[in-house]
């Protein structure tokens, strides 16, 4: 995975995160951070991240089995972007 790239996901992931939030939240959370423990999210945080993943991104999230295991962390959810995202 280029750095670059993900580099730009994820600075474009806690952009998104913290219009969610509405407040900024890149100084709270770490790679390996479980993001959604970590900002506190509930259930409609997680539906708008996952509309957001799909306009901004184009990944369709919940396509995969496995979808649910990028919240873990945002390390995941970024090689998720990374790996799927279209645009």
Known sequence: MS???ADTVRDNLI???GVIKKREVGAELAA?????RALNMDSLDAVELTVRLSSDHGVEFGAEPDDLDAL???SALIDL??????R
């Not at 390996?32 to 959604?36: E, L, P, Q």
């Open 32 to 36: 390996d951070d479980n993001f959604m």
């Open 3 to 5: 750095t670059i790239v």
């Open 15 to 17: 952009q998104t995160l």
């Open 81 to 86: 972007v990374v790996r799927r995202g279209t």
């Open 72 to 74: 873990e962390s945002l």
